[in-house]
């Protein structure tokens, strides 16, 4: 089985927010949760130290296009009560990684042994909230329709320091034909809680990426003659922060792996 493959006890259609956290806190789902759940908020996550938290905070305010927070953990508690009653940031999300001195150490399925008192969780607006919106237009997802990650990659956009956290932007890529891509902009902007309008179309030399079929994050997908490349800022981009400035320790989901809320996508539309 692909690594980025689903294990689904339902269809994944009719699935709740809480539903579907419970399946990933069993082990039934595992892998990208693209899809799942459609309807509920879907968030990254990134979890730091005490000691660093007020920097990520303002790192985040600084970068809100990047690192859009929906929500924050009181320091070394499990729980976001505002994104789920039965929602445990420790057991819920169905890929972690762990992160020392920069470096992923680790990738697993809960964190709940490596949990300590001075961890502060912050989860941060997930593209899969504007593609919603994006497919009850009409508009093509490919990574969706491919059954794959949606590509990701580390650009030459400089993110606003703050602190100790300074690095490159991350962004996800979807082809769309040029009239879709208007569109997209469109719709998307819509969502500032969850990444907003696309930061660049087409030309991806001009941010940094020399190739598109090998994405830093996810999986590469087939983008048509007839398309441009639509870039929108990307919550892996602390991913790609942690590795810049090698904290000791860190948690963040594995790319495509997010944490699914029992918040509708409607409340962030504006």
């Not at 689903?6 to 595992?30: N, V």
């Not at 969502?191 to 830093?216: N, S």
Request: net charge negative.
């Amino acid at each position: 089985m692909a690594a980025s493959a689903i294990l689904r006890p339902q269809d994944p259609a009719t699935m709740r927010g809480h539903d579907a956290r419970l399946a990933c806190r069993s082990g039934a789902i595992h892998g990208t949760t693209g899809g799942i759940a459609p309807g509920y908020v879907q968030g990254n996550l990134a979890v730091f130290p005490t000691a660093l938290a007020d920097d990520f905070r303002r790192f985040a305010a600084r970068n809100p296009k990047s690192c859009p927070v929906i929500g924050e953990s009181a320091p070394g508690a499990r729980t976001i009560p505002e994104l789920g009653l039965d929602l445990d940031i420790a057991t819920d999300v169905p890929g972690y990684r762990v992160w020392r001195d920069g470096v992923v150490a680790e990738e697993r399925t809960e964190v709940a042994d490596l949990w300590r008192d001075d961890l502060v969780a912050f989860v941060i607006g997930c593209s899969y909230s504007f593609e919603a919106a994006m497919a009850e237009d009409g508009l093509p997802l490919r990574h969706v329709e491919m059954g794959v990650r949606v590509p990701m990659y580390r650009t030459s956009i400089p993110c606003a320091p703050a602190g100790p956290f300074a690095g490159p932007m991350v962004v996800s890529m979807r082809p769309l034909k040029p009239a879709q891509a208007i569109r997209a902009v469109e719709i998307t902007a819509r969502f500032p809680a969850v990444h907003g309008a696309p930061v660049h179309l087409g030309f991806p030399e001009m941010i940094g990426i020399a190739d598109l079929a090998r994405p830093d994050y996810g999986d590469p997908v087939r983008i048509s003659a007839d398309e441009i490349p639509v870039f929108w800022a990307c919550g892996v981009t602390p991913q790609s922060i942690i590795a810049a400035m090698r904290p000791a320790f860190a948690i963040t989901h594995a790319p495509g792996c997010m944490l699914i809320t029992d918040r509708l996508n409607a409340e962030f539309a504006v």
